[in-house]
């Protein structure tokens, strides 16, 4: 990375929905070429949660933070890693949002639905 801002190559953070398993290059609208940190680099995140993100994001991008936990099988500890890295601001932008968002996301699943019995709602049994 000191290379390339030694040559004034922007360096662009590790993003869900742009980063490669390792770092990357792009270019803009302008042609200049940009340095993207590959989410290896995510302290704590593994190479294979790192691998389901990719290859989740190949087949449909994701849609928001619960889409990607849900289809690359992220626990709630990887998606606070990447909150902390600022690596969901494309899906949930401001990092204090990420972070709200990888914690809310593992919520508890409905409550059964009551049946109704006779005119009365009762719980299920």
Known sequence: ??????????????DVSLSEIDRS?????KQDLA?????????GL?????????????EVPFADAQ??????RLKQREMQRLAGADALLSLAGHRRQQVWQATDWHRL??????????G?????A
């Open 120 to 124: 009365t709602m009762r719980p299920p």
């Open 67 to 72: 889409d990607l936990a849900l289809r690359a």
């Open 25 to 29: 290059t792009e270019s803009d609208a």
């Open 109 to 118: 699943p409905p409550l059964p639905k009551a049946r109704r019995c006779a």
């Open 1 to 14: 990375m000191q290379d390339a801002r030694r040559h004034c190559v922007e360096a662009r953070p590790a």
């Open 46 to 58: 593994s190479t294979d949660a790192s691998t389901r993100i990719v290859a989740a994001r190949a």
């Open 35 to 43: 340095v993207r940190l590959g989410l290896r680099l995510v302290s």
